[in-house]
């Protein structure tokens, strides 16, 4: 078990799914393809979040490994519901035999999480038990003693500092008895999802750093995602709130704000991914990469 903090480096959320591949279908990225990925971001990060402990990371930290790229990762677990959530607009309602089934996936991440987290230490700085499992609106809700009970286990087995990644709310209400068992508390911040402007954006995103910090003095807050969508159907995002300009600007605030400050804030993403969300082209959720899905660069990593 570790109590060391996390050092600040030039970070980026990483998911490498191309059009046709998903976690859902069971269609993964190749060796050769997330390769390819991570010749294009090597010279811009150093710090890569992944998400879960999947055949899809795995393959990530062989590259990284076998082709001695210079990043250090951030590898998340992906845990999935053990409750139902009623407050989830788009779902969030399950059998008990799916919620068993659900448990013993969580289970087995949390295994999976350690033994990589010991097989390539030299690589994964940090492990995460979870994204977004706690937050009132989330389809894959996790009771906070489950999370708990993750997080000691992890801490005990490995020797990276062991975090949670989840949006800035609940760590101020329901997450206060996880924190204790933390290494890291990591937030989300997306001021565009708050119908927030793009020139409120980073002093929106301040504040929500602002406020976990004021509440946990004694720990190192991070930011695990933070970013501004380029398109949408105005669902959920305002579509004339969302372009290639307002995310340039959001990125080049809030890394100028992260390199002052010397906090650690993973921008999302790298690259858009078009298997995520409704079917509908312009769902905002498949586009917030600083990349096309085809991998040419967005205009704020064209200058």
Request: proline residues 5%; hydrophobic residues 35%; negative net charge.
């Amino acid at each position: 078990m570790t109590n060391n903090k996390l050092p600040f480096a030039k970070a980026i959320c990483y998911s490498g799914y191309r059009d046709g591949q998903s976690p859902d279908n069971g269609e993964f990225p190749t060796y050769d393809q997330v390769k390819q990925d991570l010749l294009i971001l090597k010279d811009d990060w150093k710090s890569l979040r992944l998400y879960g402990s999947d055949q899809h990371s795995k393959t990530i930290l062989r590259v990284i490994d076998n082709e001695q790229l210079p990043f250090d990762v951030m590898l998340g677990a992906y845990v999935t519901a053990e409750v139902c959530n009623e407050n989830c607009p788009w779902g969030g309602l399950y059998s008990e035999e799916q919620l068993h089934s659900n448990k013993r996936h969580n289970e087995q991440q949390i295994v999976e999480l350690i033994e990589l987290a010991n097989q390539y230490p030299t690589v994964i700085s940090s492990v995460s038990i979870g994204n977004e499992a706690a937050v009132a609106w989330t389809d894959h809700l996790v009771p906070t003693e489950s999370l708990i009970k993750y997080a000691q286990q992890t801490r005990s087995q490995v020797t990276q500092p062991v975090t949670f990644c989840e949006n800035y709310v609940p760590w101020l209400e329901n997450l206060r008895p996880l924190a204790d068992e933390l290494d890291v508390i990591s937030i989300h911040t997306y001021p565009v999802w708050e119908f927030k402007s793009i020139d409120e954006g980073l002093a929106y995103t301040i504040a929500n750093y602002q406020a976990v910090k004021d509440a946990y003095p004694d720990k190192q807050i991070i930011i695990t995602e933070a970013g501004w969508a380029t398109n949408s159907n105005g669902r959920g995002i305002e579509s004339h709130n969302v372009n290639e300009n307002f995310q340039q600007q959001y990125f080049h605030e809030l890394m100028d704000w992260a390199q002052e400050q010397q906090v650690l804030v993973y921008f999302f993403e790298a690259f858009d991914e078009n298997w995520k969300g409704s079917p509908d082209p312009l769902e905002p959720e498949k586009h917030w990469g600083i990349y096309n899905a085809d991998r040419t660069p967005k205009l704020v990593m064209q200058g």
